[in-house]
């Protein structure tokens, strides 16, 4: 049962445009979501988070928003650069359970 | 450089052979975790230790076992290694929930 989905595998966005990464959940437990970014032979490594009680977070290119009534949440990176590429995964938790991942999306900026 | 180290970075292993993944943190946190990636699952949780002393199994904990040898460090046990196990095993650390987990660099396994 895969409460978090990402269900675009991979996504290619010209250097200096923007990239909207997708992700839904099915719990509605969860209160509080986080992004990873991580590169091959590295592990992932924290980008930006948001708790339940906002639609939105801002941090420089990065912004996450999230609709709880549909149960997603998106990344958008802006403009997208080409150490941007990497594999993106969205994860999420309520409470002080341990975080779910979902299974990656691969981004590939074209220069 | 502060964070979490893991150790090996690569094994490969014979069918039935056991060996133990090391990880230690050095940032005081209090809970740690070792998650494993394959192709198309995402990071799934194999057990993590809210405090020293405490481990729980995770989502996939089958062929595994674990050990909180003290605040730093928590291991994972492979007694009889078999191909299903072939993965990249992450270990991380985690302290409050609004930074999410630090993670290692990973431990890439191949069970032949």
């Known amino acids: 049962d895969q409460q978090v989905k990402q269900n675009s595998p991979s996504l290619s966005v010209q250097e200096g445009r923007i990239s909207i990464l997708n992700c839904d959940y099915t719990?509605?437990?969860?209160?509080?979501f986080l992004w990873y970014k991580k590169y091959p032979a590295e592990g992932p490594t924290f980008l930006i988070s948001i708790s339940s009680i906002k639609d939105k977070n801002e941090d420089g290119r990065f912004t996450v928003f999230l609709n709880k009534s549909a149960k997603h949440l998106s990344l958008h990176i802006v403009p997208s650069q080409p150490g941007d590429s990497a594999v993106y995964f969205c994860a999420a938790l309520f409470g002080n359970e341990k975080l779910t991942f979902g299974t990656g999306t691969r981004l590939t900026i074209i220069p | 450089n502060a964070g979490v180290t893991q150790t090996p970075k690569f094994q490969v292993l014979k069918t039935g052979q056991s060996m133990t993944l090391q990880c230690a943190q050095d940032?005081?946190?209090?809970?740690m975790y070792w998650y494993r990636q394959d192709p198309g699952m995402g990071l799934r949780l194999i057990y993590y230790s809210a405090s020293e002393g405490t481990t729980d199994k995770g989502e996939v904990p089958n062929g595994y076992n674990v050990s909180r040898l003290n605040k730093r460090e928590f291991s994972l046990r492979l007694e009889s290694a078999a191909p299903s196990q072939t993965s990249v095993y992450f270990c991380a650390s985690s302290e409050t929930r609004s930074y999410g987990y630090t993670f290692g660099s990973g431990t890439r396994l191949t069970v032949v």
């Open positions: 940032m005081n946190h209090n809970s």
């Open positions: 719990n509605s437990m969860f209160d509080y």
